[in-house]
């Protein structure tokens, strides 16, 4: 007998005078009263921890989240991911090893990165530093994706072009924002972890959308129509950049001082990447990315194919990706909750490990293990993807962690984005080097004969990067990596004063709607 029905007769033998009240006894009352209260919680905690970081950082700071990468990175990332796929096979009908060393050309634009944030920050245009910045990614951006999608046969270099023009757009507006997250991190370390939880979620959110409506499109507009769709964030980031309130600097106007600006931050650059703190976590990430060659074409030629792969719908491609995006939402949340706190060189040599080891479940689908499990292909394949995206984003977080801990005060906008140009260079390299080996393998539009070799060798490569494990600094997040001094040194010119720091200033608030003075 448990403790609420012993309850219930010890009240009935005191007072048998009293109805009986079974269904409202205290203890199911207090039951079922704590388990709404939980799902409550449970629910608006997201909420809460937003309104946190809200009132911790800036509200501004969480919109350009949001809005750049949410909308801009997450969603048309997404989409143009399936998009793009079904426009070179269908559309333009290209191999896949083609198709996979084209990808690596939309990495060029994040690779200026560094770039993109010495002309926001040495080269004001009427003053601005920022709001022309994200008006001329937009339009770069819009044009491109109409282009694109409206012009019918367009040679192939045009088409790649446009491509690339969408993805200057998202590099570009994704320069100020890194430059308010690192600098966010070096003044408030304890929620460095918090805001890449915040970007890893609303990246994965904004993949899920695109990703669930990206196959569902292509069926009913065809892929080259179903472009078009990527130029709503372009547009968007156009009205940022005349609703973003950000003061007149007149001081920095003048080239010649411009251009000093550009010398100090370059050789502040130059001083803290000799820094063994430094460039050791720096080659690890480019390596770690540059080993794990992609093979993603391939793969998907052979998802699609009538006669050697499943032959997925497009609907369901989409599908598969949105569960993978909703997956990478879990692998945000498990790190947020479980892992922020770890040694960065303990948690990336496990995530590691599982990412390597994780690759074999590409191995099964390609070889048909998973028939012989009686394993259906698109559980099987839900069921690879989730496991992937989870892993990938555990792997992935820490690494954005550690390097806006590397990163002077003064310069981090810049010298983040330098670090992100590595990355970039490391992805490049990834994508290319999966090209060259399909065509290596004579993996074809239609062969795929050895598209299983392909993927033992990209899961050796993947283990490979264990042994460079010892170039990340075995600290938790918490730890300072660069030295004191430096980060009270950089950023500052010749003469120091205060037009040095009106310089280095971030100053991305949104404006007022009401008052249009301050637009």
Same mark, same amino acid.
């Given at each position: 007998m448990d403790s609420e029905t012993q309850e219930l007769v010890h009240r009935q033998s005191v007072a048998s005078d009293e109805p009986e009240k079974p269904e409202d006894g205290p203890g199911s009352h207090q039951s079922t009263q704590h388990g709404s209260t939980f799902g409550i919680e449970l629910i608006l905690q997201p909420v809460t921890w937003i309104a946190m970081l809200s009132r911790e950082l800036n509200p501004s700071f969480i919109f350009g989240v949001f809005l750049v990468y949410g909308l801009s990175q997450g969603f048309t990332g997404s989409f143009s991911r399936v998009v793009t796929d079904y426009y070179w096979k269908d559309v333009q009908k290209v191999q896949p090893s083609d198709v996979q060393m084209f990808s690596g050309f939309y990495y060029i634009p994040w690779l200026m990165k560094p770039i993109w944030g010495v002309l926001t920050d040495a080269f004001p245009v009427y003053g601005y530093r920022r709001r022309p910045y994200f008006v001329f990614a937009g339009i770069i951006g819009t044009v491109a994706s109409f282009t694109v999608s409206a012009i019918t046969g367009l040679p192939v270099a045009m088409a790649l072009l446009c491509f690339v023009g969408v993805s200057v757009c998202v590099a570009m507006a994704d320069v100020t924002i890194d430059a308010c997250i690192a600098t966010?991190?070096?003044?408030?370390?304890?929620?460095?972890?918090?805001?890449?939880?915040?970007?890893?979620?609303?990246?994965?959110?904004?993949?899920?959308?695109?990703?669930?409506?990206?196959?569902?499109?292509?069926?009913?507009? $065809?892929?080259?129509?179903? @472009?078009? %769709?990527?130029? #709503?964030?372009?547009?968007? /980031?156009? +009205?940022?950049?005349?609703?973003?309130?950000?003061?007149?600097?007149?001081?920095?106007?003048?080239?010649?001082?411009?251009?000093?600006?550009?010398?100090?931050?370059?050789?502040?650059?130059?001083?803290?990447?000799?820094?063994?703190?430094?460039?050791?976590?720096?080659?690890?990430?480019?390596?770690?990315?540059?080993?794990?060659?992609?093979?993603?074409?391939?793969?998907?030629?052979?998802?699609?194919?009538?006669?050697?792969?499943?032959?997925?719908?497009?609907?369901?491609?989409?599908?598969?990706?949105?569960?993978?995006?909703?997956?990478?939402?879990?692998?945000?949340?498990?790190?947020?909750?479980?892992?922020?706190?770890?040694?960065?060189?303990?948690?990336?040599?496990?995530?590691?490990?599982?990412? $390597?080891?994780?690759?074999? @479940?590409? %191995?099964?689908? #390609?070889?048909?293990?998973? /028939?012989? +499990?009686?394993?259906?292909?698109?559980?099987?394949?839900?069921?690879?993807?989730?496991?992937?995206?989870?892993?990938?984003?555990?792997?992935?977080?820490?690494?954005?962690?550690?390097?806006?801990?590397?990163?002077?005060?003064?310069?981090?906008?810049?010298?983040?984005?330098?670090?992100?140009?590595?990355?970039?260079?490391?992805?490049?390299?990834?994508?290319?080097?999966?090209?060259?080996?399909?065509?290596?393998?004579?993996?074809?539009?239609?062969?795929?004969?050895?598209?299983?070799?392909?993927?033992?060798?990209?899961?050796?490569l993947r283990l490979c990067t264990l042994f460079f494990i010892f170039l990340v600094p075995n600290v938790s997040p918490n730890e300072v990596l660069v030295p004191p001094d430096l980060l009270k040194s950089q950023g500052k010119g010749s003469s120091g004063g205060e037009s040095d720091s009106e310089f280095f200033e971030e100053t991305v608030q949104l404006a007022k709607l009401g008052n249009v003075d301050e637009v």
């Open positions: 966010n991190s070096i003044n408030k370390p304890k929620l460095a972890p918090d805001m890449q939880s915040l970007c890893g979620f609303l990246s994965s959110f904004g993949a899920l959308i695109g990703y669930s409506s990206s196959g569902f499109l292509v069926h009913h507009l $065809g892929p080259q129509a179903a @472009l078009s %769709l990527m130029a #709503v964030p372009a547009v968007l /980031l156009v +009205l940022l950049g005349f609703v973003l309130f950000e003061s007149k600097n007149y001081k920095v106007s003048n080239k010649e001082k411009a251009w000093e600006k550009v010398g100090t931050t370059v050789s502040g650059m130059g001083r803290t990447i000799k820094i063994s703190a430094v460039w050791q976590p720096s080659l690890y990430m480019f390596i770690s990315l540059a080993l794990s060659v992609s093979t993603h074409e391939g793969q998907f030629y052979w998802y699609t194919d009538k006669t050697a792969g499943p032959h997925f719908s497009q609907e369901f491609v989409g599908m598969i990706y949105a569960i993978g995006a909703m997956a990478s939402m879990v692998g945000v949340l498990i790190y947020h909750k479980f892992l922020k706190n770890f040694r960065f060189r303990t948690l990336l040599f496990y995530a590691q490990l599982l990412y $390597g080891v994780s690759g074999i @479940l590409d %191995l099964f689908f #390609v070889l048909r293990w998973n /028939l012989k +499990l009686g394993l259906p292909d698109p559980i099987f394949v839900i069921m690879e993807e989730c496991t992937s995206r989870i892993i990938t984003r555990i792997r992935w977080i820490p690494m954005i962690v550690l390097s806006t801990k590397l990163c002077p005060l003064g310069i981090e906008g810049t010298f983040f984005a330098l670090l992100m140009c590595i990355d970039s260079l490391g992805s490049l390299t990834h994508k290319i080097g999966g090209g060259l080996l399909l065509r290596a393998l004579h993996v074809t539009r239609t062969d795929f004969t050895n598209l299983w070799l392909a993927l033992f060798i990209r899961n050796v």
